[in-house]
């Protein structure tokens, strides 16, 4: 089983990026991203239910940031438009095999999968 991340870069403020999260191995139900910047704790960023496709957003990114899957690639995207200095940060996507409750959602010690990161960095 494997959470392969991708689409990171370089950005200036106002730009868009899209990551891409590729699972090999299974189909979970519940997919997150979470970010961490340097000297900061990892936060939750955005959050899709496999099955119905319900998404959850932290409130920083909503109305910029969209999260999405392609069933017939086993992958889940997120999409990062009028990105902001602020929004850099190493960018991991996990999984978990169960759903997830809304309580839980935002909680990274819930989720079982990770993948390697992506590096985001957004110039001013």
């Known amino acids: 089983v494997q959470l392969q991340a991708s689409g990171g870069g370089l950005v200036q403020a106002g730009g868009s990026l899209r990551l891409s999260c590729a699972a090999s191995?299974?189909?979970?139900?519940?997919y997150g991203w979470f970010r961490q910047a340097p000297g900061k704790e990892r936060e939750f960023v955005a959050y899709?239910?496999?099955?119905?496709?319900?998404?959850y957003y932290t409130d920083s990114v909503k109305g910029r940031f969209t999260i999405s899957r392609d069933s017939a690639k086993n992958t889940v995207y997120l999409q990062m438009n009028s990105l902001k200095p602020e929004d850099t940060a190493v960018y991991y996507c996990?999984?978990?095999?169960?759903?997830?409750?809304?309580?839980?959602?935002?909680?990274?010690?819930?989720?079982?999968?990770w993948g390697q990161g992506t590096q985001v960095t957004v110039s001013s």
């Open positions: 899709i239910n496999w099955s119905g496709g319900n998404t």
């Open positions: 996990a999984a978990r095999t169960n759903r997830l409750v809304v309580s839980q959602i935002g909680r990274s010690t819930h989720y079982d999968y």
């Open positions: 191995g299974r189909t979970f139900s519940s």
